[in-house]
């Protein structure tokens, strides 16, 4: 499987940005997918996921209320919609794959991941 994230960019405070994320390769709804977020001199971090059929997500305290995850398993799409960015939003954003298990939290769980798009959001 290879991914390809896009949509980052450089919005104002309150804004909003749709993240996508473009599988190729099979099997696309035995993915479990996540999306992870790198800022400038942190660790990467956990942002959301979802179940292989969509029917189950998650999200990072920090971020819930605000992004929403989803998924289109017909096109092989995941996309985050992110509302009420917030100057600490910045950073790159990764999303991820794991295959056949449901180990979302753990980052070395994840079998793909893409390139990343670095999502700026100025104050």
């Known amino acids: 499987v290879q991914l390809q994230a896009s949509g980052g960019g450089l919005v104002q405070a309150g804004g909003s940005l749709r993240l996508s994320c473009a599988a190729s390769g099979r099997s696309f709804s035995r993915y479990y997918m996540g999306w992870f977020r790198q800022a400038p001199g942190k660790e990467r971090e956990f942002v959301a996921a979802i179940s292989w059929s969509g029917g189950s997500t998650y999200y990072a305290d920090s971020v819930k209320g605000r992004f929403t995850i989803s998924r289109d398993n017909a096109k092989n799409t995941v996309a985050l919609q992110m509302n009420s960015l917030k100057p600490e939003d910045t950073a790159v954003y990764y999303c991820?794959?794991?295959?056949?298990?449901?180990?979302?939290?753990?980052?070395?769980?994840?079998?793909?991941w893409g390139q990343g798009t670095l999502v700026t959001v100025s104050s």
């Open positions: 991820a794959a794991q295959y056949l298990r449901d180990n979302f939290l753990l980052i070395h769980e994840y079998d793909y």
